[in-house]
């Protein structure tokens, strides 16, 4: 969308914005620019993933056009970048018409399938071979976008495909949509395209984890995500969920002659086709190229356009088995007669076109039967009900436990034991029931009893009024105690490699391990004598125990499993003071004046460090040589590199090489140990090798002198 000059113009413009800003506010002369500049960071950010400037730098050029506007409103354009904010809606989301209807897909399930398919369409057609073009089939909820005059005007539900819900202002929050577009370019004065909103894996798991932080059952999957998302009458909490949206669909336009002109499924004919402006696309794949080099995310670099059917179902096969490696989910493929004009002339049924087919991959639901109820204590008390289930395999894998989170759900679910139930587990997300399948009950399935003791110290179990968890108290309890030992040791937590919930089990049943500090205080002699640890297990274990002494506060703070506090909660804690204890010292409204941070979890960390318990194990870790200071990587953004993947060559001069790594992976960057496709960033230093050769061939990495390194983590950091 923006060639190679066009990209480094915009890039010295808003170098120069900033360098101006940083002395005093912009005029309105350069309102024009600003927006100009913004539109094209959001693109490089959402569409290519590829930022070229820091958010805060973003939001520095953002509030300076937000401010310039404000003091005119009358110079506001709809398509600006601030006018993507609304207001919450009151009603409901209005009922409108679709252009052409939204039909559904046939669905196709093996090789054979398709062959049939194709024979047909041969049939149909004519013709000895159909070029067909090939793009993954998006799993998440569908939308349609109307863009008159280039502006954004309408997005929609798909509804019952003639009507849907009108939910334009929840479609503005999504940033991969862009507000205008230049489909005059193309001669095109109306337009309505079709695509689907996702919420990719890493965002769903993050926003699972933040339910998980408020102690709310998560969600399903990306797709229900999605889908619940657009439905949300808050905007600014739609934006916050960081939705995307892949568009893969033209299925009207009028052009400048002729309004008439209708594409699709409704009322294209072959006239209307060679009556269409010259520029515009006319095959399936063109119109994608066109909406990718418009700025929309079309799957323009998963598609591709074969001649014949075979190699069609090898690329769907072979897609298939990449899935999992996917940044989003998608459950098929979808195979679409290329050439609009023989589109046209295969028609549709009332269901689905019938010049496009879903290849669908293999299921990821499997039915099995609810066996029994386990119930587990959780590190805060809690107590989770887990169905266990006749194994099944979904997806590759064999699934014999699938958590139920609360009495609510089970209750809400309607769930017995004995019952048939239907179960899924979506890529990497945890398994889950859907439901029970209560046509298939005999009569002799029971009902779930929830317990009232504790399964681990048999204390009274207590159910908070505002919660839907029943939870022990007992501070001592021994499964609490195993429980918030494996937290703190996790990965995303102190992360001490070695140790593993298996170890902390053992060493805790052996009586080795007694609580948190214990950690630091392993008696070694003794596990050298127990089965499986070698000299070199026990050597990694030690060292990876004492490195962790140095972990960020970030880390720290969220490893003490304080209730409610999540990662995100723990980097606002971790720059809000220089030393941990200090926290003592807090009063609920200034922990209330921080960032994101509620009465709810502003009470429990008041909680905790009013507890002397606490502030014991506190000094106790702090006496054990564990990091109770704020260090650099606390104070800033940490993250900025997520992502992206670094790799160091050469002599540095500036920096140790190990320094280097570490700084990248303080903040959020990932260093690999080769040269591969993978690898963002290779840094060179002096006598760069083999390693730099290797570089120059892949065109996805950037190559970086030490200097533009150290200038990237200034900006970075
Ligand atoms: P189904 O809901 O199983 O009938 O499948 C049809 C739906 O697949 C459409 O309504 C779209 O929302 C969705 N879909 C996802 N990706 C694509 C794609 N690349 N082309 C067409 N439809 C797609
Ligand atoms: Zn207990």
């Known amino acids: 969308m923006y060639a190679s000059d066009k990209t480094r113009q915009l890039q010295e413009t808003s170098k120069s914005l900033l360098k101006r800003l940083a002395g005093k506010p912009l005029k309105p002369a350069d309102i024009s620019t600003l927006r100009q500049v913004l539109v094209f960071h959001e693109y490089r950010y959402y569409i290519l993933n590829d930022p070229l400037i820091t958010d805060t730098e973003y939001d520095s050029l953002y509030k300076s056009l937000e401010s310039l506007e404000a003091a005119d409103p009358s110079i506001i354009r709809p398509d600006s970048p601030t006018q993507r904010v609304a207001k919450s809606l009151t009603k409901n989301f209005p ?33 000895s071979g159909i070029a067909y073009c090939v ?6 909820a569908s939308i349609s976008l109307v863009y008159k005059n280039d502006l954004l005007v309408r997005g929609a539900t798909r509804g019952d495909g003639v009507e849907g819900d009108d939910i334009t202002i929840n479609i503005k929050q999504i940033r991969s949509v862009p507000l205008s577009a230049a489909f005059s370019d193309y001669g095109i004065e109306q337009v309505e395209i079709r695509g689907e909103v996702l919420m990719n894996k890493e965002n769903f798991k993050k926003y699972n984890a933040q339910l998980a932080e408020q102690q709310l059952p998560p969600l399903a999957n990306p797709r229900n995500a999605a889908s619940g998302s657009l439905h949300i009458k808050d905007p600014a909490e739609v934006g916050r969920r960081n939705l995307e949206a892949f568009l893969y669909h033209v299925s009207y336009y009028a052009d400048s002659e002729n309004l008439d002109i209708n594409r699709g499924e409704m009322a294209g004919t072959e006239s209307a086709h060679a009556a269409r402006s010259k520029k515009t696309p006319l095959t399936h794949s063109d119109s994608l190229d066109m909406l990718w080099n418009l700025g929309f995310r079309s799957p323009q670099k998963e598609k591709i356009v074969f001649r014949n059917i075979q190699d069609t179902i090898d690329y769907c096969l072979d897609f298939e088995s990449k899935r999992d490696q996917l940044p989003y989910e998608i459950d098929g493929m979808v195979i679409k007669v290329n050439d609009f004009a023989l589109q046209d002339k295969m028609g549709m049924t009332t269901h689905h076109p019938r010049w496009a087919i879903a290849f669908k991959f293999k299921a990821r639901q499997a039915t099995s039967r609810l066996l029994k109820v386990e119930f587990q204590v959780g590190r805060t008390g809690s107590i989770t009900p887990v169905a266990k289930i006749e194994p099944v395999p979904i997806g590759g894998v064999t699934v014999g436990s699938v958590s139920l989170f609360n009495e609510d759900v089970v209750r809400s679910k309607d769930l017995k034991l004995g019952d048939s139930v239907l179960v899924e587990r979506a890529g990497d997300v945890i398994p889950y029931i859907v439901k029970p399948l209560t046509d298939l009950r005999t009569g002799k399935e029971k009902k779930i009893v929830f317990p009232t ?12 009024e505002d919660e839907a968890v029943l939870r022990c108290i007992n501070i001592n309890c021994p499964a609490q105690v195993v429980e918030r030992i494996i937290h703190f ?8 490699r070695s140790f593993g919930a298996a170890n902390v089990l ?8 007694k609580d948190v500090p214990g950690i630091y205080q392993l008696p070694f002699d003794k596990i050298a004598a127990l089965e499986g640890f070698g000299e070199k297990s026990i050597s990694n274990l030690q060292s990876a125990i004492e490195a962790s002494k140095k972990q960020p506060l970030h880390r720290v703070i969220f490893a003490l499993g304080i209730r409610y506090v999540g990662e995100t909660t723990a980097k606002t804690l971790a720059k809000a003071v220089s030393y941990l204890p200090d926290f003592k010292k807090f009063s609920l409204d200034e922990l209330l004046a921080l960032e994101d941070i509620g009465p709810k979890v502003a009470g429990s960390i008041l909680q905790f460090f009013e507890n002397p318990d606490n502030l014991k194990m506190l000094s106790k870790l702090e006496g054990l040589g564990v990091n109770m200071r704020s260090s650099r990587s606390d104070k800033t953004e940490t993250g900025n590199l997520s992502g992206l993947s670094f790799l160091f060559t050469g002599t540095l001069h500036e920096l140790k090489r190990s320094e280097a790594e570490e700084l990248v992976e303080q903040n959020g960057g990932k260093i690999l140990s080769g040269v591969s496709s993978n690898l963002s960033y290779l840094v060179v230093g002096e006598d760069a090798g083999s390693k730099l050769e290797k570089a120059k061939k892949i065109p996805a990495i950037k190559i970086l002198t030490e200097k533009e390194f150290l200038k990237f983590m200034g900006k970075a950091t």
Not at 489 to 496: E, H, L, N, Q, R
Request: aromatic share 8%; charged share 30%.
């Open 489 to 496: 040791v996790s990965k995303d937590a102190m992360d001490i």
């Open 506 to 513: 053992k060493f805790y049943e052996l009586g080795l391990l």
């Open 135 to 140: 793009e993954p089939k998006f799993d998440g």
């Open 453 to 464: 003791q504790c399964p681990a110290c048999g204390d009274e179990l207590v159910r908070a």
């Open 95 to 127: 009922a409108v018409h679709h252009l052409v209807p939204m039909l559904s897909l046939e669905n196709s399930y093996n090789a054979d399938d398709l062959l049939d398919w194709d024979r047909k369409a041969r049939e149909l057609t004519g013709l």
